[in-house]
């Protein structure tokens, strides 16, 4: 079985465990949600299915199936205004890589992602980690910010991100 749908199943980004801890943050962050952004919270990661990794160029693009999804069945089209494709952006540009890479801010799920991260306790977050082995992609990953030559246990790398996560938050999250 692929780490993409490994993750979904029983890791990191399990369906039904992430999307309560994103919801609360979401929550916090925003006091109030509306049905369509619940369902696009419940979403927005589905599209790890069968990939081959999560921080690859087919994990990284894993935001385009929910985007596409949302844009179908959340969005009602009314010409090119931004408003359009409200829940369409909304999962897209909750990865940092794909607004990144378009030039756009990342969405109000993006910040309400981190903030989840750094909610969830950290013996639960290396536990569903390395049940799926995605630990390991994520620590040796040097596209974050915490990346180290020096091994640091699972625990401590997870601290540290989540202190970063929080940081975010805290500023606003934006991409350069």
């Given at each position: ?22 919801l ?106 390395s ?11 040097s ?34």
């Amino acid at each position: 079985m692929r780490i993409g749908t490994k993750t979904l199943l029983y890791g990191n980004h399990q369906v039904i465990l992430h999307s309560l801890f994103l919801l609360a943050a979401w929550l916090k962050l925003y006091k109030r949600i509306n049905f369509k952004e619940l369902i696009c919270i419940i979403i927005h990661d589905w599209g790890y299915w069968g990939k081959p990794n999560l921080d690859g160029e087919e994990g990284e693009r894993h935001p385009e199936w929910a985007a596409q999804w949302a844009y179908r069945h959340l969005d009602v089209p009314q010409g090119y205004w931004e408003d359009s494709f409200y829940y369409q952006n909304l999962c897209l540009y909750h990865s940092r890589f794909m607004a990144k890479r378009n030039g756009r801010q990342p969405s109000k799920l993006c910040l309400a992602d981190k903030l989840s991260v750094s909610m969830m306790p950290t013996w639960l977050w290396v536990f569903l980690g390395s049940l799926t082995g995605e630990i390991e992609e994520y620590i040796s990953n040097s596209k974050y910010e915490i990346f180290s030559q020096s091994r640091k246990s699972y625990s401590e790398w997870f601290r540290d991100y989540k202190a970063i996560c929080k940081k975010w938050v805290r500023d606003g999250l934006t991409v350069p």
